[in-house]
């Protein structure tokens, strides 16, 4: 196989070109009629987003980032659904990082009479209570959270199922399992206390208990170097593995929610960094079952402290990672016990009908991808300084969609934001991912963070920065683009979420830009067969999105909104034409109200995906139902749900995973002839195994419809029409 761009020789299976960075273009089946989408059953979500839906059209209120909510427990199946599942990565024979130890696992030998101090200055070997070193001791560090507490009929004893797992191993010999459970109110397992800290062992396929530490906490300073180092000190061996099992969501949320302490108190990256450092000891490879942790800044965390880190970028669902058949092979390397975690969780996703990623990460590369990052952000800086706003903002607004937590893969930002730098960023990234699987088109194995979106928590990523001793182009960089989004906005902005970084003196900016973001009314022109805008190059050099809102008008003189896609049609004139849509989305074979939320494309390689939200209710509670859509889901896929009350407009902190014996009813959005809204269920219920996702050509020839267009640019403008009857698509010029 050879590079379309370069021509230079590709290994099979490879996701990129090491000689150009190009990615290597794949076929791709679209099924017309795919099979019944597969609800999801978990999904991480960012505490505190809030969606409402307002007359005619969806407003994201994104709040206070929290902390990643997943619920991993029901038994929803759908077969045959398909998983792209790319492995990237060098060719190096599946061995370990140089320098780390026997058995090319990454591990720590030392002579049981020596110190066992690692080159990083750590101690390996605390004080042993035994003579003997054992093969490999495995820490598992699991805060149970919510994740256990919720005892209903359909969520919680996540934990409890992890443990189970465990204990369904056989463990090889002379390796240890040692497990702390705590961080949560109840247990379901009978033998782990509720609402206290418990130490076990993992022995003849149980779990033997340790000792109690009572009500203590697992995510305050000095919780988890406490508790490596107790295992270490107990149960020395000649590797160390450590897993971090509970919430996650990268930066700014960090890892861990604990029941007994306080629940929004999480772990930054740079404090899972100081507690392998009081700890001291090495690790062959930190695992996290979490959402959203697989990103260059826990890597650069563990760099000193690890050989390898598996993570996901995105949220981490279903039952999380799968455990017995990795931890049977806890006697062999790390390499390859670590590409099992993903295998096996990427193969009870398909199983299951879900999505996710997951990915395996050599942290000895980490400082070639950090130093190639610092290159290409350098190069953007230049561009930035010099007034290009724009380019930059549109780029990475077209990277995909994270659960909003403003990390995004560094591959895909590299290639939709290109500049001389993106192919040595690209090939750097390869070379540490040394083994991936993703679901999304836009995946490909570790992210970083990147404000954007959330630019009111920006105060709170920066201390990552900091604290992890970044460079000062990165945090240049981004301090000047944060001040650039807020000046843009406007002073209040500035004044509520500026901070000491803030920079000043953007007043030639934002005056070329127009002035502070406003609301503008374009003019609607009369066509012969369909209304259109006539939008100028300015604008469409500048926009950021553009989207469609559509309405049908009922024979009451009431109007159903349908919702909004981002989408649009232009015509030979270059003109934007209110025309109707070609298709729409359906449940079930009727027509339901969709709001898009999110759209990711790449125009060269042809791929695509979209994110968005249908209104139903679940066992009769307004909610809000998720839908992923990309090339090979081009009907979608259920990703889960969060209740929304649709008389307030709030919308629940949590997306809850579906179970086969939810009750759904579509939810439909009216104005009626006075233009006041009201919001009714469609009538006729359906249980959750039965949903059928399409996206249907529709015939609106016995329909009066009509709608606008919003378009939103760069500098957070909002141009709006006044709603107009639709013309026929089959008359667009």
């Known amino acids: 196989m050879f590079c379309t761009k370069c021509g230079a020789q590709i290994k099979e299976g490879a996701g990129f070109c090491t000689s150009c960075g190009a990615q290597v273009r794949k076929a791709v089946k679209i099924t017309p009629d795919p099979q019944p989408a597969p609800p999801k059953r978990n999904l991480g979500k960012i505490l505190g987003l809030a969606i409402g839906i307002p007359v005619g059209v969806l407003t994201i209120i994104a709040g206070i980032i929290i902390a990643i909510v997943v619920y991993r427990k029901n038994n929803y199946y759908f077969p045959n659904t398909p998983t792209n599942g790319v492995v990237n990565g060098r060719d190096d024979n599946g061995e370990s990082p140089a320098n780390s130890g026997t058995s090319g696992n990454g591990g720590n030998t030392a002579d049981p009479g020596s110190t066992g101090t690692s080159e990083n200055g750590g101690s390996n070997l ?164 979490a959402c959203n942790m697989c990103t260059l800044e826990m890597a650069r965390a563990l760099e000193e402290h690890a050989d390898y880190m598996v993570g996901a970028e995105s949220y981490v669902n279903g039952t999380g990672i799968y455990y017995t058949n990795w931890v049977e092979m806890l006697g062999g390397d790390a390499r390859s016990f670590s590409e099992k975690i993903v295998q096996d969780y990427m193969d009870m996703n398909e199983k299951d009908g879900l999505i996710g990623s997951m990915s395996v990460i050599r942290l000895d590369y980490i400082d070639d991808v950090y130093d190639a990052y610092i290159n290409y952000i350098s190069e953007a800086g230049s561009a930035l300084s010099a007034g290009d706003y724009a380019t930059y903002y549109q780029a990475r607004g077209n990277c995909g969609y994270y659960e909003e937590n403003d990390s995004v893969d560094l591959i895909t930002l590299a290639t939709s934001y290109n500049n001389s730098n993106s192919t040595p960023l690209i090939n750097a990234v390869v070379n540490a991912v040394v083994y991936t699987e993703s679901d999304f088109v836009y995946g490909h194995g570790l992210m970083a963070y990147s404000p954007y979106d959330a630019y009111y928590m920006y105060y709170l990523g920066r201390e990552s920065f900091v604290e992890l001793d970044y460079d000062e182009s990165i945090i240049d960089f981004y ?70 809102t559509l309405w049908v008008e009922r024979d009451d003189g009431s109007i159903l909104l349908l919702g909004e896609e981002y989408d649009y049609k232009v015509d030979s004139n270059g003109r934007l034409a209110l025309v109707d849509p070609h298709a ?9 109200t969709y709001y898009c939320i999110d759209y990711y494309e790449d125009t060269e390689l042809g ?11 679940v066992n009769g509670t307004g909610a809000l139902l998720y839908i992923y859509y990309d090339n090979d889901n081009p ?93 026929s698509i089959n008359n667009l010029e």
């Open 126 to 289: 605390p004080p042993a209570v035994s003579g003997d070193l054992a093969k490999r001791t495995l820490m598992i560090y699991m805060v149970g959270s919510n994740l256990e507490t919720e005892t209903d009929e359909y969520y919680g004893g996540a934990a409890t199922d992890d443990i189970y797992e465990m204990c369904a191993a056989e463990l090889p010999d002379d390796c240890n399992i040692i497990l702390e459970c705590g961080g949560a109110h109840t247990w379901v397992h009978p033998d782990v206390p509720d609402g206290e800290v418990t130490r076990f062992k993992i022995e003849n396929n149980d779990i033997v208990e340790l000792e109690k530490l009572g009500r203590v906490t697992m995510t305050r300073e000095g919780d988890l170097a406490d508790f490596i180092s107790y295992a270490a000190g107990n149960y020395p061996a000649e590797n160390y593995t450590l897993i971090l099992w509970n919430h996650g969501g990268g930066i700014p949320v960090g890892f861990g929610s604990d029941e007994l302490g306080d629940e929004y108190d999480t772990m930054c990256d740079y404090e899972i960094r100081g507690e392998l450092q009081k700890a001291g000891v090495k690790f062959d490879a930190v695992i996290f079952d």
């Open 479 to 548: 301090d000047g683009f944060i001040s650039r989004r807020l000046a843009f906005l406007g002073d209040e902005y500035v004044g509520a979420y500026g901070g000491s970084w803030y920079v000043e003196d953007f007043e030639t900016e934002v005056a070329s830009a127009g002035g502070v973001a406003s609301e503008y009314e374009l003019p609607v022109y009369e066509g012969d067969y369909y209304y259109y805008l006539d939008i100028s190059d300015e604008l469409w050099d500048t926009f950021y999105y553009i989207s469609q």
């Open 584 to 592: 729409w989305v359906h449940v079930n074979d009727n027509i339901a």
């Open 607 to 617: 791929v695509w995906a979209q994110t968005g939200v249908i209104p139903i209710t």
């Open 635 to 727: 009907s979608g896929v259920v990703e889960g749900y969060s209740y929304y009350d649709y008389d307030t407009g709030e919308e629940s902190d949590t997306i809850y995973g579906v179970n086969m014996e939810d009750e759904f009813d579509l939810v439909y959005q009216y104005l009626d002839a006075e233009g006041n809204e009201y919001y009714e269920p469609a009538g006729d219920p359906f249980n959750a195994e039965e949903i059928r996702l399409q996206y249907l050509t529709i015939d609106l020839d016995e329909y009066t419809t009509l709608g606008y267009y919003d378009i939103v640019d760069v500098y957070g403008n909002l141009y709006s029409c006044e709603p107009q009857y639709f013309g």
